[in-house]
């Protein structure tokens, strides 16, 4: 009985140095964010539109082509003067299919990427604790592929300075957000024939527990 209660008295002894140094949740998302860094998943979906367009004889030839992404993240945290740093953006698309109208031709964008190529840090605005509003630039790097036919050539890698606009709402734990990047004029050009205009994305993303 001796040695029973004894090995009680040690078990609950360590729970409870357990206890004292486990740190507890933070309080709201500015602390957070102060604390370490955030990681956001983008969720999958129709996120926009981008206007692709070909010159011809007839002048440029032009169609709205929509864009769903797949797959991406964004990772952000808050620095010691209090200014927000995004560390990480990635975002894959699905395969674009432009019109055969435009190119004259069926045509497919495949293996479509924008990651962040440095780090971008922004003074926020903060309505509350839980929400977060930024608006900032972003120079990321665009890597593709044009497939026509049975043929798929890699394009080379364009560097795109990108407006976002962000807004984040959180709790200590959990995190969401929605990101918009608009753009009026060209974001990519060949040979003055093809051009990709007017990009428009609307992105979620939250966190996973």
């Known amino acids: 009985m001796r040695l029973a209660t004894l090995l009680l008295a ?8 357990l206890a004292d140094v486990i740190d507890p949740p933070p309080d709201n998302l500015h602390d957070q964010l102060a604390e370490t860094s955030t990681r956001l998943l ?7 539109s981008i206007v692709a367009e070909r010159w011809s004889s007839a002048g440029w030839q032009q169609g709205a082509v929509e864009l ?4 991406g993240e964004i990772v952000a945290h808050l620095d010691d003067a209090n200014r ?9 698309f699905d395969t674009i299919d432009i019109p055969a109208s435009v190119i004259g031709t069926a045509t497919q964008l495949s293996d479509v990427r924008l990651v962040l190529e440095s780090a971008s840090s922004v003074e926020p605005s903060w309505p509350d604790a839980d929400t977060l ?8 790097s665009l890597s593709w592929s044009l497939h026509t036919g049975t043929s798929s050539v890699p394009l080379g890698v364009q ?30 050009q060949w040979a003055a024939l093809v051009k990709l205009r007017d990009l428009e994305l609307t992105l979620q993303a939250s966190t996973v527990l």
């Open 10 to 17: 040690f078990i609950c002894a360590c729970n409870t140095q």
């Open 42 to 48: 983008m969720t999958p979906a129709r996120s926009g």
């Open 68 to 71: 769903s992404i797949s797959d």
């Open 84 to 92: 927000l740093v995004v560390e990480t953006f990635k975002v894959g």
């Open 133 to 140: 509003q930024a608006t900032t630039n972003l120079d990321v």
């Open 159 to 188: 560097h795109l300075h990108l407006p976002l606009q962000l807004q984040v709402t959180g709790n200590g734990r959990t995190a969401s957000a929605t990101l918009g990047i608009s753009t009026t004029g060209d974001v990519w």
